[in-house]
């Protein structure tokens, strides 16, 4: 049952990323807020098995195939969400990849990739929402961090550049528009049962019992984990945080 503070009825949420992990838990949370939801990602299988399920919860969605890398491509994809819903109200940057390579192993062109999906793209998107925003009055940007964001990563030195830089994007733009009324906040999110995680499960010995014995929730976290941050960030219960690293981790980032 949606409430006042919390209620998304009549805003739309572009979400890269948003056909698996993080991105559909948060696109969950969203549409049942009552949220319209644009899953935008590179799979359309994917992203059109996302929207499948939206619409069966009785949400508005479509699939947006884009490159959220290219410029051209996010203005065309931001074309296309507005000319579907007619605005755009909230966007997360939820599109990341990793490479788990030492710093030494790491080539130049994987550094440039994992740089250019998980953090140029977040300066593209907002920029290309921003005009829709400031026109509709405000909005919301929710930039997706780690715990990379603040510990170091010897294994993935890119995706910890990546996601340090992600912060301080945040931080930039949440000074540069609030006056328009846009609040840009970013979520740190620890260990979560994802895609992404497995493979780090099967890539480093030893790993699971490690955040395991770390997190004082005692579990890894779950996508279902983030529908709750998503519809705060996205409602107007957050109108007066902007410019905040939230994290989302069963209590990792503060066990000494």
């Known amino acids: ?31 049942e807020a009552g949220a319209a939801v644009a899953v935008v990602g590179r799979n359309e299988a994917k992203s059109l098995a996302a929207v499948g399920e939206l619409e ?10 884009a490159d959220v890398t290219d410029k051209a491509a996010v203005a065309d994809m931001v074309a296309r969400v507005t ?7 909230i966007l997360v940057n939820n599109a990341g990849i990793n490479i788990r390579k030492p710093p030494q192993a790491l080539d130049l062109a994987e550094w440039e990739r994992v740089i250019a999906t998980n953090l140029t793209s977040a300066f593209l998107c907002s920029q ?7 026109q509709a009055g405000g909005g919301k940007i929710v930039n997706i961090g780690s715990m990379m964001s603040i510990f170091g990563a010897g294994f993935a030195p890119a995706y910890a550049a990546s996601k340090g830089g992600i912060v301080q994007f945040t931080r930039a733009c949440a000074v540069a528009w609030a006056a328009d009324n846009i ?5 740190l999110p620890g260990w979560i049962d994802t895609e992404l995680t497995r493979r780090a ?5 030893g790993l699971h019992d490690r955040i395991l014995a770390r997190t004082p929730a005692a579990r890894w976290g779950a996508i279902g984990d983030f529908a709750g941050i998503a519809v705060f960030l996205a409602s107007r219960a957050s109108d007066f945080v902007t410019g905040a690293a939230i994290p989302v981790d069963g209590g990792f980032s503060i066990m000494g």
């Not at 290309?128 to 400031?134: F, G, H, L, N, S």
């Open 183 to 187: 609040q840009v906040n970013a979520v």
């Open 128 to 134: 290309a929402v921003y005009p829709a925003m400031k």
């Open 201 to 205: 499960r099967d890539e480093i010995e």
């Open 83 to 89: 000319s579907a819903f007619g605005r755009v109200d």
């Open 56 to 65: 069966q919860g009785g949400a508005k969605a479509i699939s947006v195939v």
């Open 1 to 31: 049952m949606k409430t006042g503070l919390f209620d998304l009825s009549g805003k739309v949420a572009v979400i890269t990323g948003g056909n698996g992990g993080i991105g559909l838990g948060m696109a969950r949370g969203m549409a």
